[in-house]
């Protein structure tokens, strides 16, 4: 089982970035999905998180409001699309699946981790 991130780049303050991860080996779709992120020098923190059935979904209350997390089950993948940037986004961003059904923040909640992928945000 597998989780493989796409998406990250450099953008300048204020662009949009999307972020996708795509699942191979197994079905993700009766699973919580999210996303959490890694600073230099900082511990990985929680971002973003959807239920199973995309029903549901939460943010960190740095994000809330300019990130957007989905998923589409049918294709096992889930997204994260970031606008208005900041420096502050800098990071690497991981996704995750977690062993239970509805949302999870904590990282202990998750059994299957992404590779990460790196988001920069010049200012």
């Known amino acids: 089982v597998q989780l493989q991130a796409y998406g990250g780049g450099l953008v300048q303050a204020g662009a949009s970035l999307g972020l996708s991860c795509a699942a191979s080996g197994g079905t993700f779709s009766s699973a919580a999905m999210g996303w959490f992120r890694q600073a230099p020098g900082k511990e990985r923190e929680f971002v973003a998180a959807?239920?199973?059935?995309?029903?549901?979904?939460y943010y960190a209350n740095s994000v809330k409001g300019r990130f957007t997390i989905s998923r589409d089950n049918a294709k096992n993948t889930e997204y994260l699309q970031m606008d208005n940037l900041k420096p502050e986004d800098t990071a690497v961003y991981y996704c995750?699946?977690?062993?239970?059904?509805?949302?999870?923040?904590?990282?202990?909640?998750?059994?299957?981790w992404g590779q990460g992928t790196q988001v920069t945000v010049s200012s």
């Open positions: 959807i239920s199973w059935s995309g029903h549901n979904t």
């Open positions: 995750a699946a977690a062993r239970i059904s509805t949302i999870a923040t904590r990282s202990g909640e998750y059994r299957y």
